[in-house]
């Protein structure tokens, strides 16, 4: 199975800050690699897919790059309402699908 | 309004059995693969089983083959997962997410419903 690593697990940032997440498989994936965003008590939502194809209705401040092994999601300015848990999730093994372990962004 | 709402979770014994259910609204539901994701306590993503438009292709993940069956009723909008000899490792909250045909990207969410396996 393909794993997917996230860094940090966890980071603290301000409101403003231009944050960066990492996500490595554990072999080439091409740009079948998405991006997650879950708040507390809620499920999931899309924000990115194909490693850079920003979701119908998601701000542009997130965006997404890499291909192969190594991916970003990257948030320009941090707003309040970003402060959650962000998951990448590979499809290239389809149809075995395995998540990262999840990023936790918090306020500093 | 595009929606998918679970039901059927509850307490349940080790060994026991549950069936799960997702109802669709507000998109051609038989146009999509569907799946079925879940999230321990405290815990991560974790993908569980996905059926086609046509129910033509099945796939489960390793932790439920044997155990857990998918299945969906397109007359009826709605998708299933019956889970039978559960374990207490199963206890999770269950959400169906809508294959969005680009990249199996997941783009449409339930709510979840709890599974809670203990004696």
């Known amino acids: 199975d393909i794993q997917m690593t996230q860094s940090p697990s966890s980071l603290s940032a301000s409101v403003g800050d231009r944050v960066t997440i990492t996500c490595r498989a554990s072999q080439s994936i091409s740009s079948y690699l998405n991006w997650y965003q879950q708040k507390p008590g809620k499920a999931p939502k899309l924000l990115i897919y194909?490693?850079?194809s920003l979701q119908s209705g998601v701000p542009s401040r997130f965006s997404g790059s890499g291909s192969g092994t190594d991916f970003t999601l990257t948030i320009s300015s941090l707003q309040p309402e970003d402060f959650a848990t962000y998951y990448c999730?590979?499809?290239?093994?389809?149809?075995?699908?395995?998540f990262g372990q999840g990023t936790r962004l918090e306020i500093k | 309004e595009v929606q998918l709402v679970e039901s059927g979770g509850g307490l349940v014994k080790p060994g026991g059995s549950l069936r799960l259910s997702c109802a669709a609204s507000?998109?051609?539901?038989?146009?999509?693969?569907m799946n079925w994701v879940r999230q321990a306590p405290g815990k991560g993503l974790e993908w569980v089983s996905s059926?086609?438009?046509?129910?033509?292709?099945?796939y489960y993940a390793d932790s439920v083959k044997g155990r857990f069956t998918i299945s969906r009723d397109n007359a009826k909008n709605s998708l299933y997962l019956q889970m039978n000899s559960l374990r207490a490792e199963d206890t999770a909250v269950y959400y169906c997410?809508?294959?969005?045909?680009?990249?199996?990207?997941?783009?449409?969410w339930g709510q979840g419903t709890m599974v809670t396996v203990s004696s």
């Open positions: 059926i086609s438009s046509s129910s033509s292709y099945i």
């Open positions: 507000g998109f051609t539901f038989s146009s999509y693969s």
């Open positions: 997410a809508r294959d969005s045909g680009n990249y199996v990207a997941f783009d449409i």
């Open positions: 999730q590979q499809s290239y093994s389809t149809p075995t699908i395995t």
């Open positions: 194909a490693a850079s």
